[in-house]
């Protein structure tokens, strides 16, 4: 019976809450405009976790497809850091294929002037409805990354598109100072690691890997009759131009590009010279070393042929090294 009563009690209380509920001096118009709002703000977020995940997913693909060995290290970064790498590999790929992709260099020079204006317009917090802005945009609100770097990328691609070969090889090593390095600073940062033994590597790092991507694409450039070896290096061992775009493997063009592997070779070194006092955490942002070193040894085997067939394949081993050289936590 008290038991019955208590529900009773409970079921009345609760009617009487209602009761009150609907006849409070609030104008119905009012309660269905708070409603309205609420569904608008409901909306407007999960339209934009999706419009985030189309973004990021943008990014993913864009760097699976045109710099893989770059989407493999990035997979292997600390949880919080791996979107942001794929976010600004992207970048970095937007960039490097505009020289490829545009018949003009007035219309390159557009395209450089559009990211500039990007990155202005990101640390006002108003960046482009486009998906790699957008990443990038959560990136530097994340990581409160520098906007010098970025700058740096996009101020060097833009001389690149000049189009000719380096007057030497200190030109090539500044052109891949001012991108590539720039690109491991800002992984840097996105690892949260401040140190200067870090950034000394890095910049050794940067160096040789687009000493390296020089020598890789030297086939693909050479088959669109353009040449962008150093010069210097060049005219030393009475190697033309022509003989690049040829295709030929005589002795002084492989002298050529023996001397431009070597130097990459030095960088890699210089780079290690400074591991014992670079910080455990900095050590996933040059995981990239194992690409480099994989492709200076092929091409050594190869007898510093840069035509041969076997350099243009990709190592299917690759994968697992950068993942045994994670695990390992050394560069």
């Known amino acids: 019976m008290a038991a019955g009563i208590s529900a009773k009690h409970g079921l009345l209380s609760s009617k009487t809450a209602l009761y009150h509920a609907l006849h409070r001096n609030k104008p119905p118009t009012s309660v269905f405009t708070q409603r309205a709002a609420d569904i608008q703000t409901v909306r407007a977020a999960t339209s934009a976790t999706a419009d985030s995940q189309v973004n990021e997913k943008y990014c993913l693909d864009l760097v699976r497809s045109r710099d893989y060995d770059g989407f493999v290290s990035s997979l292997l970064l600390p949880e919080e850091a791996r979107r942001s790498s794929l976010a600004l590999r992207a970048f970095n790929v937007e960039l490097a294929q505009v020289k490829d992709s545009v018949s003009q260099k007035t219309i390159g020079l557009m395209r450089m002037q559009f990211w500039k204006s990007t990155i202005e317009d990101i640390y006002r917090d108003d960046p482009p409805n486009q998906p790699v ?32 070969a380096y007057r030497n090889l200190q030109e090539l090593e500044t052109y891949s100072e001012n991108t590539q390095s720039s690109l491991i600073y800002l992984l840097l940062e996105c690892l949260g690691v401040k140190d200067v033994h870090a950034d000394h590597a890095a910049s050794h790092i940067g160096k040789a890997q687009g000493i390296v991507t020089c020598l890789r694409a030297t086939p693909y450039h050479s088959s669109r009759r353009k040449v962008y070896l150093p010069m210097d290096v060049c005219m030393l061992h009475g190697a033309s131009q022509e003989d ?6 005589d002795q002084k063009v492989r002298d050529v590009v023996y001397d431009i592997a070597s130097q990459a070779h ?26 480099l070193e994989d492709y200076l ?11 041969n067939p076997s350099l243009q394949k990709r190592n299917p081993l690759i994968p697992l090294q950068l993942y045994f050289r994670s695990w390992k936590n050394t560069y």
Not at 244 to 249: A, H, P, V, Y
């Open 297 to 307: 040894q092929r091409i050594r085997r190869a007898d510093f042929d840069v035509f």
């Open 244 to 249: 690049f775009i040829r295709g030929r493997r």
């Open 133 to 164: 802005s957008a990443e990038l945009w959560r990136v530097v609100r994340k990581h409160y990354l520098t906007k010098r770097w970025l700058l740096r990328i996009v101020t060097e691609r833009e001389k690149d598109l000049d189009d000719r």
């Open 266 to 291: 030095v960088h890699l070194q210089h780079a290690r010279s400074f591991s014992s006092n670079v910080p455990t955490a900095a050590t996933p942002a040059f995981l990239q070393t194992v690409v």
